[in-house]
């Protein structure tokens, strides 16, 4: 394969602001700082406002499998009794508890474990078992799927949600919220998220500016530091790039032809080989609410109501149709020619009933989508020749339509 990534020039300000967000990590113990274990769909905002650091485990789960370290620690996990078939970032998480003596050299151990099971319960169970096994304090945020006739309902209980979290977290780390404190961060969250948008939405050019797999992996800050001041920083100075490769008509696939959508997390130790692929055979994977899932938008003199309607109305969490509309209504925003879903062995949620939504989606845009079967860090569930064969076949077959 012949093609190459065009790297971005704010590389290395990624590379440092990720940096130092892993070291205050590793240090806030020291500091005196209380460490808080989080999970993905978590509302991040009121930690930051109050002074606890929010660390997502779930992103060394995802380095683990780009660094091709998943299969060591899962067989770590497996030998406590652990099914391969569990999620690929719990068996890392839990292969490096059982399998190493101390996590501050890797991950900082926790003070507090903070799941929220709007995404998926894997995550909760992950967290739950680490509680038990370092004795420490654990609260689950508990979110409902949501039904738009008993929206209010839902809303309102989530509200009282977030308010028992805030008493426990005050309770536990001796901390008080700050309202105005959180409105601050607010502000600064949906300054990031608005300009993590705007990168994103440089893909609906044609040529698209940047790819989904570049995405993926500019994506750190605003998982990781949404709400302040670094995270705004660094998209800010992202934009400003990606501004430029628009006004010098800089495509992130050269010759682009094909324009692809990829549904939710990528196969993080292959990222190079489907960006060397799709990019080879001039394809540009444009879209992903995967990506998208951390565009919110929050209301500063509404706090915990916005929080609530943010956090809540994560795509995971709604029922088949509206699930599919939100994907369907991406792919027209992104113009795609077809789409590509993968049977994860690690996401049940995000693996429900793919067959059928392929099926439907198809036949409300008619365009063609592939289903591949793979795991998102484990290669004992990749076959290269197999997948790159399928995904081939389906170029070809989108480059005649």
Known sequence: MTFKRI???????????????????????????????VTAVFPVEILYAMDIFPYYPENFGAAAGTHRRTEELSKIAENEGYSARVCAYTRAGLGLMYGFSDFGKEI?????????????????????????????????????????????????????????????LEK??????????????????????????????????????????????????????????????????????????????????????????????????????????????????????????????FDPERPLESLTENYLREFVNWKFERRVEKKVKLMREYDVDGFIFNLNNSCKPNSLALVEKRNVITEQLNIPGLLLEADMCDLRFFDEGTVKNRVESFLEMVSRQ
């Open 7 to 37: 790297e971005f020039k704010t590389k290395n300000l990624l590379k440092q602001t990720m940096e130092r967000y892993n070291t205050r990590a590793l240090q806030a113990a020291q500091e005196g700082i209380p460490v808080a274990w």
């Open 108 to 168: 900082p151990k926790p003070d507090i474990l903070l799941p929220c099971n709007i995404q998926c319960a894997c995550l909760y169970k992950w967290f739950e078992i680490t509680a038990k096994f370092y004795n420490l304090p654990l609260f689950l945020l508990d979110g409902p799927q949501i039904d738009e006739p008993s929206w209010e309902v839902q809303k309102q209980y989530f509200i009282e949600q977030l308010n028992e979290l805030i008493g426990f």
């Open 172 to 297: 536990t780390t001796r901390k008080k919220l700050n309202m105005n404190r959180l409105s601050e961060v607010l502000e600064l969250s949906t300054e990031a998220c608005t300009l993590w948008n705007k990168v994103l939405a440089s893909a609906k050019t044609k040529p698209a500016r940047l790819t989904y797999w570049d995405a993926c992996i500019l994506m750190g800050p605003i998982v990781t530091l949404r709400g302040t001041k670094e995270a705004l920083n660094y998209y800010s100075e992202l934009s400003k790039e990606l501004e430029e490769r628009d006004k010098g008509n800089i495509s992130a696939v050269p010759g682009e032809k094909i324009r692809l959508y990829w549904d939710h997390i990528p196969i993080w130790p292959r990222m190079r080989f489907f960006s060397e692929l799709f990019g080879f055979h001039q394809a540009a994977v444009v879209c992903s609410l995967y990506t998208h899932s951390w565009a919110y938008r």
